[in-house]
């Protein structure tokens, strides 16, 4: 009886499994995670310890886009250059006040985050 017991759930056990990896496929089939890391970089001086870290990702991740998102105008030099220079690497200036603004709308907590911002 207990070998049966067993067996049973373990039929039932592969049964969910089954749904749960078939809803799994469907969805990823419909919603694919893209292929796609990102980066955050604030202040205009872009260390050449961080650009590795960015050509890095492009040449052995595997991903078809690296992103950096930057809250400054970057400084021109090597390091910006080689930036520019990478296929797959793409710089993107973000307004960091408006995104946490967004962001505090969005968890209604304006109160906090506009005390925030304001001494940033």
Do not use: N
């Amino acid at each position: 009886m207990e070998t049966g017991d067993r067996g049973q759930i373990h039929d039932r056990d592969c049964a969910v499994s089954s749904a749960v990896g078939d809803s799994l496929q469907r969805r990823s089939a419909v919603m694919p995670i893209p292929a796609r890391v990102h980066f955050c970089w604030i202040g205009p001086k872009l260390s050449w310890a961080y650009a590795f870290a960015l050509l890095s990702a492009v040449a052995q991740a595997g991903m078809d886009e690296v992103v950096l998102h930057h809250t400054d105008e970057l400084e021109e030099g090597a390091v910006l250059t080689a930036l520019r220079g990478t296929d797959g690497l793409h710089l993107e200036r973000i307004d960091a006040r408006a995104c946490l603004a967004e962001a505090g709308a969005s968890l209604a907590c304006r109160t906090r985050s506009s005390r925030f911002m304001r001494t940033w």
